[in-house]
């Protein structure tokens, strides 16, 4: 390494060691007989301190820093009188008296200073999403999002789960959006889809006797732009076999608890409360109440579940689901399957938390026949039915076992796009 520590590292008993830092220049104040140089990198900030004496010829050279140039110091680790010691800053107790310096790449003037509290643009910060990065405010963000994984990936592997991946490449996997295309050179005239979620997949896993799968997923949705809305986002996805819908609430608030406790120092109280859909129209009038008043805490989570299977579409005049076409109908609803659409309940649910759906999952169809009737209530012919999921039904015939699952995302509003579903 061209450096023997990084800039968030050194304290008072590194005191008189002889050291090479590497970093950006955060700020440099210069005070004609002493110049300061702040080295930044992603540990941390240490003033270096340039005296003529100590610093030799690299004096001129310090003075023509500038913002953001890249540096190689080698210098002394110098304890600061305690009134000089920075307590706001981890390297606070010292300073590195600059022997040497090397410009390791000049940078022009940024376009906005790299500090925590800046007024500026989003689009600024996109066109220099570097910049932004290197504000510790929006790295933090970065680490937040790698501790949560560390965090999931541990919970999932010590439950059993398998982590699979599964195709970019694909043939549509419906959610209710529209699919991305990407044309096939060598199959004129066809197209993959982007996986709008991993869901045929993850349910043809379980066919395999996978029995416990889970993936932090790339899903592809072209749709309408929203504050909470992006083309690509990332989603934990999760699915077992043999499972009741109580085996996944358990294992969901398991790791939702983990999460909080770790990644934010909050217990949270398991097990959530569970609403029927029903119940939360009849009581708050949305299928996602924020019960943060009734309950007095910070964090209101809560499962919704027995939506409705399907929801009637008056301008195509013809069912959909509400969920997806793979989830399974409540057993004591099944003779209505075909008499009365609109009074079956479904074995979906959410997680609903501070009044924001997190995400969704139901106990699915294993069952081929009846997976046939569900295309066929939603409006598909079997032609249709067959090109596009008989490779699915196919999988079914084969031992498929009862299964069910679950996703979050890292955006919230899964439901209103699915209530716009198109097949
Ligand atoms: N695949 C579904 C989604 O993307 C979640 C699930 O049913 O597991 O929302």
């Known amino acids: ?36 140089i702040d080295l930044r990198d992603r540990y941390g ?14 004096y001129q050279i310090a003075q023509g820093l500038r913002a953001e140039f890249v540096v190689k110091i080698t210098g002394i680790v110098n304890s600061r009188p305690v009134n000089n010691v920075n307590p706001d800053l981890a390297t606070g107790e010292i300073e590195v008296l600059a022997k040497s310096v090397e410009i390791l790449n000049p940078s022009l003037t940024p376009p906005f200073e790299i500090q925590n509290d800046l007024e ?22 970065f680490i937040l999002r790698h501790r949560l994984y560390q965090l999931m990936r541990t919970f999932f592997n010590l ?37 709008q979620s991993p869901q045929l997949f993850k349910q043809i896993l379980m ?10 997923a790339k899903c592809f949705r072209d749709e309408d732009l929203r504050a909470d809305r992006q083309p690509e986002f990332t989603q934990l996805d999760m699915e077992m076999s043999f499972p009741d819908e109580e085996d996944i609430f358990a294992l969901i608030e398991k790791l939702m608890q983990i999460i909080f406790k770790e990644l934010k120092g909050v217990d949270i109280k398991i097990p959530f409360e569970r609403l029927s859909y029903k119940d939360a129209q009849d009581k708050y009038q949305t299928d996602k109440p924020d019960l943060r008043k009734e309950r007095k805490g910070d964090f209101a989570f809560l499962w919704i579940k027995d939506f409705p299977l399907f ?37 979906s649910y959410d997680l609903v938390l501070n009044g924001v759906e997190l995400g969704s999952g139901s106990i699915r169809i294993h069952d081929q ?6 295309f066929k209530i939603i409006g598909l ?32 509003a899964f439901s209103d796009y699915r209530r716009r579903a198109k097949y």
């Not at 950006?24 to 300061?36: E, P, Q």
């Not at 026949?369 to 569900?374: A, N, S, T, Y």
Request: proline share 7%; charged share 30%; glycine share 6%.
């Open 381 to 412: 012919d079997i032609e249709e039915t067959k090109k596009r999921f008989g490779f699915l039904l196919e999988a079914f015939q084969y031992g498929a076992p009862p299964h069910g699952g679950f996703a979050f995302g890292d955006r919230p």
């Open 207 to 216: 066919v395999s006797g996978i029995d416990k799968y889970y993936q932090i």
């Open 120 to 141: 500026i643009t989003e689009e600024i910060r996109l066109k220099y999403r570097y910049l932004d990065l290197r504000r510790k405010k929006i790295f933090d963000n």
């Open 1 to 36: 390494m061209l450096r023997t520590h990084t800039c968030g590292q050194l304290n008072s008993s590194d005191d008189k060691k002889s050291v090479i830092l590497c970093g950006w220049v955060a700020t440099r104040r210069d005070h004609g007989k002493l110049i300061f």
């Open 45 to 58: 900030i240490t003033q270096v301190t340039f005296i003529p004496k100590e610093a030799g010829e690299s």
């Open 369 to 374: 026949q009846l997976q046939e009737k569900i």
């Open 311 to 347: 929801k009637y579409n008056p301008e195509e005049k013809r069912w959909e689901s509400e969920h997806h076409p793979f989830t399974a109908p409540l057993k004591e609803d099944l003779d209505k399957l075909e008499s009365s659409p609109d009074k079956i309940k479904s074995r």
């Open 159 to 195: 439950e059993g789960f398998i982590e699979c991946e599964t195709p970019i490449l694909t043939k549509s996997t419906p959610e209710g959006a529209r699919d991305y295309l990407v044309p096939a050179r060598l199959v004129p005239g066809s197209f993959f889809a982007l996986p």
